[in-house]
């Protein structure tokens, strides 16, 4: 039904909450993928290294990953 999910996180544990959601939605639609999504303010982009935003989302990625779903996980800027 769905070949792809984007999941919005914004480092808060709600947002964290609804992972199992999407993994159970996921499995149950037949989904091929699951893209991890983190915008963030310039400003505070430029605090936090991408290391640590990279962390995050691969923190985030095992978890899904166990359900043999592929996840994606981009960094960008905005324009």
């Known amino acids: 039904m ?3 999910i984007l999941v919005p996180l914004d480092g ?3 947002a964290e909450c609804a992972l199992p959601y ?3 939605l996921a499995r149950g639609c037949g989904t091929e993928e ?6 963030t303010e310039q400003v505070r982009a430029q605090v936090r290294a ?4 990279e962390l995050y989302h691969t923190r985030e990625d095992p978890r899904i990953q ?3 779903i592929e996840t994606t996980v981009t960094f960008g ?3």
């Open 12 to 14: 808060s544990k709600l």
């Open 50 to 53: 991408p290391e640590a935003r």
């Open 66 to 68: 166990r359900g043999g």
């Open 2 to 4: 769905f070949k792809k």
């Open 77 to 79: 800027k905005k324009e």
């Open 22 to 24: 999407v993994e159970e």
């Open 34 to 39: 699951i893209i991890l999504i983190s915008v």
